[in-house]
């Protein structure tokens, strides 16, 4: 298992963001309101799961404090992904997941950390 987040494991497609946010499930576990959708890839594709995270500007008026969170955000992702192991044995589906920071101050890492856990395990319980 590699720990690296590479560009493939980004949800950045303004199309699977839009589907993500009109079709997608979603459910809250403090501090994220997490949404995702499974998602069926071509066969000749590897099946990965992307990832977004976003941080309200309207609690984090600074720019400097959400990408503060952001960077947080995507590591506790990147050394905790390894749990959605589970999912990606499926050959032909992958999810797409977002994640909204909806705290309202600054955590720490190792908090981060365990929210993150908790909620890859979440998406592991869930009926997707």
């Known amino acids: 298992m590699t720990y690296n987040f590479p560009k493939e494991e980004r949800l950045h497609s303004k199309k699977l963001i839009q589907e993500l946010f009109e079709k997608g499930s979603s459910f ?3 501090p994220f ?3 995702c959708l499974p ?3 071509e066969p000749t594709e590897k ?3 992307q990832f977004l995270v976003s941080v309200t500007k309207r609690k984090f008026k600074k720019a400097v ?5 952001k960077r947080r955000i995507k590591e506790a992702y990147r050394l905790n992904k390894n749990l959605l192991l589970k999912i990606e ?3 032909t589906s992958s999810l797409l997941i977002g994640l909204i920071y909806t ?3 600054i955590h720490d890492s190792k908090m981060l950390d365990f929210r993150m856990k908790k909620v890859l395990s979440q998406l592991l319980k869930a009926d997707i």
């Open 28 to 30: 809250y576990l403090y």
């Open 33 to 35: 309101k997490v949404m």
């Open 39 to 41: 998602y069926e890839v």
């Open 47 to 49: 099946p990965v799961n």
């Open 65 to 69: 404090d959400r990408n503060l969170i």
């Open 89 to 91: 044995n499926q050959p």
């Open 103 to 105: 705290g309202k101050e």
